[in-house]
Nanobody, 128 residues
Framework: QVQLVESGGGLVQAGASLKLSCAASGRTFSSNAMAWFRQAPGKEREFVATISWNGGNTLYADSVKGRFTISRDNAKNTVSLQMNSLKPEDTAVYYC?????????????????????WGQGTQVTVSS
């Protein structure tokens, strides 16, 4: 059974940093893209960042570009999201996702339908 388990969420003040981690089990995703999405209260789930199978390519939402960094460790089957300069509008439940698609990282990897496995989410709250 494939599982993605997120950790690292919490309550922080604006301007602070947090690092989210996602551990995959049940299969390896070393050949596949992985991503982070988020869902704020009352809003639809939105794309945050994605990373190619070898970490060589990344895509970010404009709202987090320059503040967030996605990375992965294929030996540990994990993906992380370093979040700096957090803003109240970053408050959301953050979800880890993994795709079974192979190939180059394209714009399609910014969409939920590309991802086959999802974690349960971790809450990030940024106070002003």
């Amino acid at each position: 059974q494939v599982q993605l388990v997120e950790s690292g969420g919490g309550l922080v003040q604006a301007g602070a940093s947090l690092k989210l981690s996602c551990a995959a089990s049940g299969r390896t995703f070393s050949s596949n893209a992985m991503a982070w999405f988020r869902q704020a209260p009352g809003k639809e789930r939105e794309f945050v960042a994605t990373i190619s199978w070898n970490g060589g390519n990344t895509l970010y939402a404009d709202s987090v570009k320059g503040r967030f960094t996605i990375s992965r460790d294929n030996a540990k089957n994990t993906v992380s999201l370093q979040m700096n300069s957090l803003k109240p509008e970053d408050t959301a439940v953050y979800y880890c996702a993994a795709s079974t698609a192979v190939g180059s990282l394209t714009a399609s990897f910014m969409y939920q339908y590309t991802y086959n496995y999802w974690g349960q989410g971790t809450q990030v709250t940024v106070s002003s």
